[in-house]
């Protein structure tokens, strides 16, 4: 697998271009990376539950954003989460739309009427990112290159269901950064950064897509992670010598994205333009901005980036999916944000604001994971 940008991406980028080299020796992937959830994410859940106690509330981190539904946490609408963006943050924006799919009975054609519109009046154009309203982990996301496609999406997507239309960011970088604040605090901070890189294989003149992917010697260890994407002709195609294939468009782990931590490359300029962006949305203090930028230089800079989602209490630092990250210090980092996001739920509770009742919270989990269910395949 190449880690030296020779890849073309979606938008003509070769993949890794402005990024830091991408080193792929050694470690081919993290310790824990593809371990069963429950494993990685136990001592999580009972420091959950200590923390409960402690603080007496066990959704207490719905209010680690009191004003998001949920705080973030999980179900919440991207559209609205976006809409609260102010001048600064809009401006950093990819421009983006949004359609609720016609009832069943519905001609198609209503549907693909309704996205072109709701995409001109936004200025849109193809190519564009298609991608659900309520989802997590880049479910059903996919790149849509024409009114075809964005049909051939939203007659698989569930109905009545909203669906975001977000212009295509040709820039090949692409970053995970995490802030926070508490309430009391003038100016934020950024706690983690995770450089994103999209792994692909290229073509020797004579093997298919999947042989080339069996044989990789990192996506060779999770090959069904890429080749359940592809169709049978896409596994089945021969690549001439040199020509790249891009196995993931997805910045993340679970759809094998290649993370690394950026920490390292945290800077005063890029902290205090996220800081900027981030106290302009009212009540946000924890969080993950997914960021797209032209070179490493220029997000270290605070310019030429675009946010293309940012996300609240469900968040999580992913510099942990390092390969060279150890699961104690993955587990140091996750309770550490945990007791965090306790924190400052408790200061925002003393401040007036009340969380999000468990009901209420069990029934936005059961509505998104309903929801992922029935999404179409991403990419």
């Known amino acids: 697998m190449s880690g030296r940008g020779t890849a073309a991406a979606c938008a003509g980028e070769p993949i890794h271009a402005g990024m830091p080299p991408l080193d792929m020796d050694g470690r081919a992937l993290s310790r824990f990376e593809f371990w069963p959830t429950w494993i990685v994410y136990l001592p999580v859940a009972l420091q959950w539950l200590w923390l409960s106690l402690r603080y007496g509330g066990v959704t207490l981190p719905t209010l680690a954003n009191p004003l998001m539904e949920a705080g973030?946490?999980?179900g919440e609408s991207k559209t609205e989460v976006l809409r609260q963006l102010g001048p600064e943050g809009r401006r950093w924006l990819?421009?983006?739309?949004s359609v609720v799919t016609a009832p069943p009975g519905t001609p198609a054609a209503t549907d693909l009427a309704a996205a072109l519109d709701a995409a001109a009046r936004a200025g849109l154009a193809f190519p564009l990112v298609a991608k659900p309203d309520i989802?997590?982990?880049?479910?059903?996301v996919r790149v849509v290159d024409g009114p075809d496609a964005l049909a051939a999406y939203l007659a698989a997507f569930p109905r009545g269901a909203r669906v975001i239309l977000q212009q295509l960011v040709p820039e090949s970088g692409e970053a995970g950064i995490f802030y926070v604040r508490r309430p009391d605090e003038a100016k934020g901070r950024i706690i983690s950064l995770t450089l994103k890189y999209f792994p692909h294989v290229v073509g020797d003149g004579r093997s298919t897509v999947e042989e080339l992917i069996r044989r990789d010697r990192r996506a060779g260890r999770i090959p069904d992670l890429y080749l359940k994407r592809l169709a049978a002709e896409q596994r089945r195609r021969v690549l001439a010598a040199g020509e790249p294939f891009r196995l993931a468009?997805?910045?993340n782990h679970c759809k094998g994205a290649?993370?690394?931590d950026g920490r390292a490359y945290i800077t005063e300029a890029m902290t205090d333009r996220i800081d900027?962006?981030?106290r302009e949305v009212p009540e946000f203090y924890f969080g993950r901005f997914d960021v797209r930028f032209r070179t490493i230089e220029d997000l270290r800079g605070g310019e030429r980036f675009r946010i293309i989602e940012y996300n609240g209490a469900g968040s999580e630092a992913t510099h942990i999916w390092d390969r060279d990250t150890r699961l104690l210090d993955a587990w140091r980092t996750l309770?550490?944000?945990g007791r965090l996001a306790f924190e400052i739920g408790a200061r925002n509770r003393v401040r007036g604001f009340r969380p999000t009742t468990p009901m209420t919270l069990l029934r936005l989990w059961r509505n998104e994971k309903r929801l992922m269910r029935l999404y179409p395949v991403g990419q």
Request: aromatic share 12%; with cysteine; proline share 4%.
């Open 72 to 74: 973030g946490l999980c």
């Open 249 to 251: 468009f997805v910045g």
């Open 335 to 337: 309770l550490g944000h």
């Open 135 to 140: 989802s997590c982990q880049g479910t059903g």
């Open 258 to 260: 290649i993370f690394r």
């Open 94 to 97: 990819a421009p983006f739309a």
């Open 276 to 278: 900027r962006i981030a």
